[in-house]
C-alpha cells in the first residue's frame, strides 16, 4: 500500500494550495479517506474526512476555507486549501481508513505572515 502526498509549499497567508494523494495497493472507492496535520511539538489532528459515500466532516478551524473531495477513478483525495493562515503551518499526511489505516510520508506546508 502506498499513498503518496504532493502539493505542499510556502506561500504567504491569504494564499491557496491544493494537496494532492494518490493510492495504490487499496480498493480506493471502500476508503474512508482524511486528511490530517501535525505542527512542531503538537499532536496530529484531523483536518478532513470523506467517506466512500461523500459524506465530509471538516475541523472547526478549515470549515469554510479548506475543500476535501475525492476522484474514484483516479484512487485520489485532494485537499483544496484557501485563505491560508500562518496557524495552517504544519506537515499534512494523507490516511486510508477501512479495516486497517494507511498513511502517507506527509507533505510540508508553511504559510508566511
Known amino acids: 500500500v502506498q499513498l503518496v502526498e504532493s502539493g505542499g509549499g510556502l506561500v504567504q497567508a491569504g494564499e491557496s494550495l491544493r494537496l494532492s494523494c494518490a493510492a495504490s495497493?487499496?480498493?480506493?472507492?471502500?476508503?474512508?479517506m482524511g486528511w490530517y496535520r501535525q505542527s512542531p511539538g503538537q499532536q496530529r489532528e484531523v483536518v478532513a474526512t470523506?467517506?466512500?459515500?461523500?459524506?465530509?466532516n471538516y475541523a472547526v478551524p478549515v470549515k469554510g476555507r479548506f475543500t476535501i473531495s475525492r476522484d474514484n477513478a483516479k484512487s485520489t483525495v485532494y485537499l483544496q486549501m484557501n485563505s491560508l493562515k500562518p496557524e495552517d503551518t504544519a506537515v499534512y499526511y494523507c490516511?486510508?481508513?477501512?479495516?486497517?489505516?494507511?498513511w502517507g510520508q506527509g507533505t510540508q506546508v508553511t504559510v508566511s505572515s
Open positions: 490516511n486510508a481508513r477501512e479495516d486497517s489505516a494507511y
Open positions: 495497493g487499496i480498493v480506493f472507492s471502500n476508503y474512508v
Open positions: 470523506i467517506t466512500k459515500y461523500g459524506r465530509i
